[in-house]
C-alpha cells in the first residue's frame, strides 16, 4: 500500500486536522469529526446536514459554507457516522427552521440518519430527509436496497444549499430535494481498485487488461467486468444507460467525475467524448463540471452524472457558493 | 497502461476538446494548442502567456481566465510547445502593452520561449520574461541547468496576473515577477512514477516498498530513494531542505499540491503534517492552497510550496480570479 499517511487507524482525524488547518472558515470537531460553518447561517434559515463514510472527498466536508452544507458528519472511511453524531451535528446548525438531512443510499447511513433524525425530533428540530439513489447501474447491491447514492449528491448538496440560503421553508426545500432526486442520473466505471488504509490491499482484484463497468464508490461490484477499453466506448457506456432511465432531452447540468486516482487530462478527454454523446441525443448541456467531486479514495475512473435542468435549477445553481470544494460568486 | 484515453497520440487533442466543450468562457484552438479568454482583457493591459508541455493539468491552461493567464500553450505530453506557437500565442493576446511569458525552466521550454519573444518583438510586441527555477531538490537535472521550475509557477500565476488586470505596465509586473522567484521554494515526492501515454508503462521503476525524494514533474530523478515513510517522515524531509534554503520567518502562502494520482484525503493529511511544521519553525501561513495544481500525469506523491509574502503579494493574492482551476472573488 503506498499512501501518503501515518498509521492508518488515525488517518480520519489527521486529514482532519489539516482541513481545519487549512481552512479557517469552517470549524472541525476532532472528537465527533463533525465538520460546519466556523460562522453560522442566520436564525430562521433551513440548515444542510450531510455527512457518511469517509474516502469520497471532497464530499462532503470540503462541501461546507455559505451556500452549501452547513454540516457534514465524517464517519471512518466507508463506514457511516452514528446516529448520535449525525444528532449532534443537526442540533448545532439548526437556526430554528429545521434541517435537511442528504443521504446517500447506503444502509448503514439510511438507518444511522434515520434515527438521528428521531433523536433531534424529540429535541423539538424538525427534520426533512433526501436519499439520493441515483447510480443505474444496479437496482440492488452489496450495501444497499435499491439503488445506490452517488454523484448526483454533490449536484444536489449546491442546489438545496442555495434554495436554503435563499430562506424557504423547510417543506420548499425537500420538496425541491425530492424533485431533483426524480431528475438525475449517474454511473460510473473503474480502471483500478481504490484501497482501504485498514486493508492494506486494493478493495478488489482486476487485472491489468480488465475494467469494471458500472463501480459504485465503495469497490462493490459493478454491472460487469471486460477487457480495457477506448475512452470512447467507455462513454458510450455511461451515456446509454443513463438516457435509458431518464428523459432528458432539453437542458442539463452535467458533471464528470473523477474517482480520485485518474488525472484531469484523462477527466477532460472523457467529458469531451460524453458530452458530445449527450449533444448528439438532444440534451443541452448548459452548466457542468469536470474533476474529483466525489471519490473513492485512490480509485483510478470516473462517472457520469445528468441533471435535468429548469430555470428555477439553474438559478439555483448559478448562485453564490464558498466551500472548499466549489467556489463561485463571492 | 490504465487510462481514460483513445490512442496515445490523440490525448492532447481530445483532452482540449473536452476543455473548450466544459469552458465556453475559453477559447481553444484545436491546431495550435493554445488557450485563450473567449473575451481579451482590456486594451492597454500587461498580458501574461504561459505554456509548456502537457500533463500538468490544471497547469497550464486551467489558469487562463481573469485575474490570472491570458494564454495557455500547450506541448505535447511532457514536450515543450514550439516557437512559433508562442509566439501566436503572444501576439494574439497583446493589448499593446507587452507580454510577459511565465517560463518553467527546463532547456526546451528556455530556448522556445526565448525563441518566440525574439520573434514576437521583430513584429514589435515588448516581452519580459520570468523563468520559474524554484525546485529545491536538485540544481541540475536530466532536462535542466539549474533548479527546475515547479509548484511556484502556480503562484506566480496568479500573483502576476492580478497585477497585469491591476493595469500596472511591463517593467513593473517582471520586477514583481522576479520578487516571487526570489522569495518562493518548492520540493516534491513520489509514491509512484507517472505513465506517458505514448510510452504506455510508467516512466521509472519505483519498487512497492520504495519512495523517491526530490521528485521533478516529469519524473526526472530526485535526490535519493529510500523506503516508504510515514507521512509524517515525509513531511519533514519536504520542509526542511525548503526551510534550509529559504529565511521564512513572518507571512508566508503555502500550497501543499498533489502529484495527479493522489486523493484530497491524504493532500489534506500532508498538509496537516507540513502546516505544524512549518508554524513551529516560525513560518506564519497566512494564505494556502490544498489539491491538484500542477501534477504528473498520474503519478502519486506531492509536493510543497512555500513563499514569503507581504502585505503586497497578500493583496494581489486576493484579488478576484475566475478560471477553470483557481476561482474566488467572482
Known amino acids: 500500500m503506498k499512501k501518503l499517511i501515518n498509521a492508518p487507524e488515525d488517518v480520519l482525524v489527521e486529514s482532519l486536522k489539516g482541513v481545519a488547518a487549512a481552512h479557517p472558515e469552517l470549524s472541525v470537531d476532532l472528537e465527533t469529526h463533525v465538520i460546519t460553518r466556523a460562522v453560522p447561517k442566520d436564525e430562521g434559515k433551513v440548515a444542510i446536514v450531510s455527512g457518511g463514510g469517509s474516502g469520497h472527498e471532497p464530499l462532503h466536508g470540503g462541501f461546507v459554507g455559505h451556500g452549501m452544507l452547513d454540516a457534514a458528519v465524517a464517519g471512518e472511511v466507508f463506514t457511516s457516522p452514528t446516529p448520535d453524531r449525525v444528532q449532534a451535528a443537526t442540533q448545532a446548525v439548526d437556526r430554528g427552521a429545521g434541517v435537511l438531512h442528504i443521504v446517500k443510499n447506503y444502509t448503514g447511513d439510511v438507518l444511522n440518519f434515520e434515527m438521528a433524525a428521531e433523536l433531534a425530533s424529540m429535541e423539538g428540530i424538525e427534520v426533512g430527509t433526501v ?45 425541491l430535494a425530492h424533485r431533483i432526486t426524480a431528475n438525475g442520473r449517474s454511473m460510473g466505471m473503474a480502471l483500478t481498485s481504490g484501497t482501504v488504509p485498514a486493508a492494506g490491499k486494493p478493495t ?82 448548459v452548466r457542468n463540471l469536470v474533476g474529483n467531486y466525489i471519490t473513492s479514495l485512490d480509485m ?22 464558498s466551500t472548499p470544494g466549489l467556489r463561485w460568486g463571492m
Chains 1, 2 share one sequence.
Open 300 to 321: 483510478a475512473g470516473c462517472s457520469l452524472t445528468v441533471l435535468k435542468a429548469d430555470d428555477e435549477l439553474l438559478r439555483l445553481w448559478d448562485a453564490p457558493v
Open 204 to 285: 478488489f482484484d482486476l487485472p491489468d487488461d480488465q475494467m469494471e463497468i458500472g463501480i459504485g464508490i465503495h469497490g462493490e461490484p459493478g454491472r460487469h467486468r471486460e477487457p480495457l477499453a477506448p475512452a470512447h466506448d467507455i462513454a458510450r457506456q455511461l451515456v446509454d444507460p443513463i438516457l435509458a432511465d431518464l428523459d432528458v432531452t432539453g437542458p442539463a447540468i452535467v458533471m464528470l467525475n473523477g474517482m480520485g486516482g485518474s488525472p484531469l487530462i484523462e477527466l477532460y478527454l472523457m467529458y469531451g467524448e460524453v458530452s458530445a454523446m449527450l449533444e448528439a441525443a438532444g440534451v443541452q448541456i
Open 131 to 175: 436519499v439520493v439513489a441515483d447510480d443505474v447501474a444496479v437496482q440492488d447491491s452489496l450495501y444497499t436496497a435499491g439503488r445506490r447514492g452517488v454523484g448526483l449528491t454533490v449536484l444536489l448538496e449546491k442546489l438545496v444549499g442555495a434554495a436554503a440560503e435563499e430562506g424557504r421553508d423547510l417543506a420548499s426545500v425537500v420538496d
